[in-house]
């Protein structure tokens, strides 16, 4: 059971473990035969319309588009295609449920029950869900099945934790008043999620969303549409009441563009680019000025200093940036070494990404599957030519892996400097840059120079150099001997321009509350 409990509340105190017994020498990424003939997957396609007002329900247009597989490019299924029309419909059915329906008005712990009824749920259909989503996506079967949908539902666990415990204050004023405090629902809420990690981006949003008492109209990434579906019917079988949550598939210019833009929509919280970040702010100033929660791209830093254990160290590095194929938005991308240790880092590094396993995401032991599209296989690749052409040292990889779908060699770097476009540029992919430093204030001042600030790294056995670099790296989150450790209860988001505000923890609950003062005159001041 503790083994259980670590893993569903944290996704990866346990991978840390998983990856280290995976790397001693299994497999190498040279086996690309492994990729030839994918695994059929174990799930049927089941959802692929629009959940508006309970029902699924075909696109106004009546278009659809494909979700492609990316261990192939192969067509899955088609999807329904959401466009503003759809959007109009959501935000009418999250509108009509917010403003007349039972939710806001059900009692906290009956909308706790319905969170902890979805969490059982999902726990019970969690085989198809990670099907779904690696399908989908591309990433490790074992990472889906065995941390990214447990975690899922630790998470509504929690937030269904926090629907009854929700609660105003009471004031003290300056005069014969009685001042209440009032925490209510903002209205309807517009969610635009990226491919990267569908899920768990979505319950980082409908979480707190729905916990607090509003209704939602959630956009998924247009990769990645099948496991919110999946998992939304779900939510009705727990007992959602109809229109509280709805579900659009779509592309971003469109059904994405006109969720940001609606007037009749509250609040506004957005994961991905920072360019698409900039884009939704100026739609929802321009529209009805709501709030905007963003969470952004990053150039994290990673900073390994010379008294660092550098096995320990090269792994940690290793999962920081090639986790999830390095599409994280907090992947630590800049591999910060002391010169002291940086030729036996190196040397280990490389040695470490050689026996990455590459394959198929459904076969037991890889640990890194395709990218996510087209797309993204062109920018990386893109990026691993401009780092050979800066003179930066191709160590390993840099290579397609495979000739089918969007598999990419892991790839290592060394001889990084600041400038250069894959140390500056959020790369998205399985591409590790090495950059050597020689003093702690040098180093501080050079992670900082980005205009980053999601998370940051530090490996080091000295609490002082570990207190020194906490306070002055300028990142959301700092991990000190260890890195990517989720929990409902941290909070994440970043400085700078990797966004603004902060999901999951209290923080989270904050962005879907309004604060309403209530003042009621004191009949007898003399009991103020
Ligand atoms: P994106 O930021 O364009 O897409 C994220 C979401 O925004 C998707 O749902 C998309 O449909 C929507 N969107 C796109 N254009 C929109 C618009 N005009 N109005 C409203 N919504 C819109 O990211 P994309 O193109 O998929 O990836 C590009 C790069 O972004 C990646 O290479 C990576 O560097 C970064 N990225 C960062 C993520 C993060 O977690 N911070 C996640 C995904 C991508
Ligand atoms: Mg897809």
Same mark, same amino acid.
């Given at each position: 059971?503790?083994? @259980?409990?670590?893993?569903?509340?944290?996704?990866?105190?346990?991978?840390?473990?998983?990856?280290?017994?995976?790397?001693?020498?299994?497999? +190498?990424?040279?086996?690309? *035969?492994?990729?030839?003939?994918?695994?059929?997957?174990?799930?049927?396609? =089941?959802?692929?319309?629009?959940?508006?007002?309970?029902?699924?329900?075909?696109?106004?247009?009546?278009?659809?588009?494909? !979700?492609?597989?990316?261990?192939?490019?192969?067509?899955?299924?088609?999807?329904?295609?959401?466009?503003?029309?759809?959007?109009?419909?959501?935000?009418?059915?999250?509108?009509?449920?917010?403003?007349?329906?039972?939710? &806001?008005?059900?009692? &906290?712990? %009956?909308?706790?029950?319905?969170?902890? +009824?979805?969490?059982?749920?999902?726990?019970?259909?969690?085989?198809?869900?990670? *099907?779904? %989503?690696?399908?989908?996506?591309?990433?490790?079967?074992?990472?889906?099945?065995?941390?990214?949908?447990?975690?899922?539902?630790?998470?509504?666990?929690?937030? *269904?934790?926090?629907?009854?415990?929700?609660?105003?204050?009471?004031?003290? *004023?300056?005069?014969? $008043?009685?001042?209440?405090?009032?925490?209510?629902?903002?209205?309807?809420?517009?969610?635009?999620?990226?491919?990267?990690? &569908?899920?768990?981006?979505?319950?980082?949003?409908?979480? &707190?969303?729905?916990?607090?008492?509003?209704?939602?109209?959630?956009?998924?990434?247009?990769?990645?549409?099948?496991?919110?579906?999946?998992?939304?019917?779900?939510?009705?079988?727990?007992?959602?009441?109809?229109?509280?949550? #709805?579900?659009?598939?779509?592309?971003?210019?469109?059904?994405?563009?006109?969720?940001?833009?609606? /007037?009749?929509?509250?609040?506004?919280?957005?994961?991905?680019?920072?360019?698409?970040?900039?884009?939704?702010?100026?739609?929802?100033?321009?529209? =009805?000025?709501?709030?905007?929660?963003?969470?952004?791209?990053?150039?994290?830093?990673?900073?390994?200093?010379?008294?660092?254990?550098?096995?320990?160290?090269?792994?940690?590095?290793?999962?920081?940036?090639?986790? #999830?194929?390095?599409?994280?938005?907090?992947?630590?991308? @800049?591999?910060?070494?002391?010169?002291?240790?940086?030729?036996?880092?190196?040397?280990?590094?490389?040695? @470490?990404?050689?026996?990455?396993?590459?394959?198929?995401?459904?076969?037991?032991?890889?640990?890194?599957?395709?990218?996510?599209?087209?797309?993204?296989?062109?920018?990386?690749?893109?990026?691993?030519?401009?780092?050979?052409?800066?003179?930066?040292?191709?160590?390993?990889?840099?290579?397609?892996?495979?000739?089918?779908?969007?598999?990419?060699?892991?790839?290592?770097?060394?001889?990084?400097?600041?400038? /250069?476009?894959?140390? !500056?540029?959020?790369?998205?992919?399985?591409?590790?840059?090495?950059?050597?430093?020689?003093?702690?204030? %040098?180093?501080?001042?050079?992670?900082?120079?980005?205009?980053?600030?999601?998370?940051?790294?530090?490996?080091?056995?000295?609490?002082? !150099?570990?207190?020194?670099?906490?306070?002055?790296? +300028?990142?959301?989150?700092?991990?000190?001997?260890?890195?990517?450790?989720?929990?409902?209860?941290?909070?994440?988001?970043?400085?700078?321009?990797?966004?603004?505000? +902060? %999901?999951?923890?209290?923080?989270?609950?904050? #962005? $879907?509350?309004?604060?309403?003062?209530?003042?009621?005159?004191?009949? #007898?001041?003399?009991?103020?």
């Amino acid at each position: 059971m503790a083994g @259980r409990r670590i893993f569903s509340s944290s996704l990866l105190i346990l991978l840390e473990g998983r990856y280290a017994r995976w790397g001693r020498g299994i497999c +190498r990424f040279g086996t690309a *035969a492994a990729i030839e003939e994918p695994i059929t997957p174990p799930v049927q396609v =089941n959802y692929t319309k629009l959940l508006i007002d309970g029902q699924f329900v075909d696109s106004a247009s009546g278009k659809t588009f494909p !979700t492609l597989d990316p261990r192939t490019g192969d067509v899955i299924t088609h999807v329904a295609e959401g466009d503003a029309e759809d959007i109009n419909r959501a935000v009418s059915a999250a509108r009509k449920a917010f403003d007349e329906g039972p939710w &806001p008005k059900m009692t &906290p712990y %009956e909308r706790s029950q319905i969170l902890y +009824r979805f969490a059982d749920l999902v726990e019970k259909h969690k085989d198809e869900i990670a *099907a779904l %989503e690696t399908w989908d996506s591309g990433k490790p079967y074992q990472q889906a099945a065995a941390a990214e949908v447990p975690m899922m539902t630790r998470l509504f666990q929690y937030y *269904a934790g926090w629907a009854d415990k929700i609660h105003g204050l009471t004031v003290p *004023a300056d005069g014969p $008043y009685h001042v209440q405090v009032l925490h209510e629902p903002i209205g309807v809420a517009g969610q635009i999620i990226p491919w990267n990690f &569908p899920l768990i981006m979505y319950t980082w949003k409908v979480g &707190p969303a729905l916990a607090t008492g509003n209704t939602v109209v959630i956009k998924t990434a247009e990769q990645t549409p099948l496991s919110a579906l999946y998992v939304s019917k779900l939510f009705h079988e727990a007992g959602l009441p109809e229109g509280v949550l #709805n579900v659009i598939s779509g592309y971003g210019p469109t059904a994405g563009a006109a969720l940001a833009s609606h /007037m009749d929509v509250d609040k506004l919280a957005f994961t991905g680019s920072t360019d698409t970040g900039k884009i939704v702010l100026e739609l929802a100033a321009r529209s =009805n000025l709501k709030p905007v929660t963003l969470e952004l791209g990053g150039k994290s830093p990673f900073i390994i200093c010379e008294d660092a254990d550098i096995d320990h160290a090269v792994e940690l590095a290793h999962f920081a940036l090639f986790f #999830n194929q390095g599409q994280c938005c907090c992947a630590g991308s @800049r591999t910060f070494v002391h010169e002291r240790v940086y030729d036996e880092f190196v040397e280990k590094a490389k040695a @470490r990404a050689l026996k990455r396993v590459v394959g198929d995401p459904f076969r037991s032991g890889v640990e890194q599957g395709p990218q996510i599209d087209t797309e993204q296989f062109e920018k990386i690749m893109k990026y691993i030519k401009s780092g050979v052409e800066s003179g930066a040292t191709l160590e390993v990889g840099g290579e397609r892996f495979g000739s089918k779908g969007y598999y990419i060699q892991p790839t290592v770097f060394s001889d990084v400097k600041d400038g /250069m476009p894959i140390a !500056t540029d959020e790369i998205f992919g399985p591409v590790q840059s090495i950059l050597k430093f020689k003093e702690l204030d %040098e180093v501080i001042q050079r992670a900082n120079s980005t205009r980053y600030g999601l998370a940051a790294g530090v490996f080091t056995k000295s609490i002082d !150099t570990a207190n020194t670099l906490t306070r002055a790296l +300028r990142a959301g989150t700092v991990w000190i001997n260890c890195y990517d450790v989720f929990d409902a209860a941290i909070p994440f988001g970043g400085f700078k321009m990797s966004g603004h505000g +902060r %999901e999951k923890g209290i923080y989270s609950l904050q #962005n $879907y509350l309004q604060v309403k003062a209530v003042v009621t005159p004191l009949k #007898n001041p003399a009991w103020l």
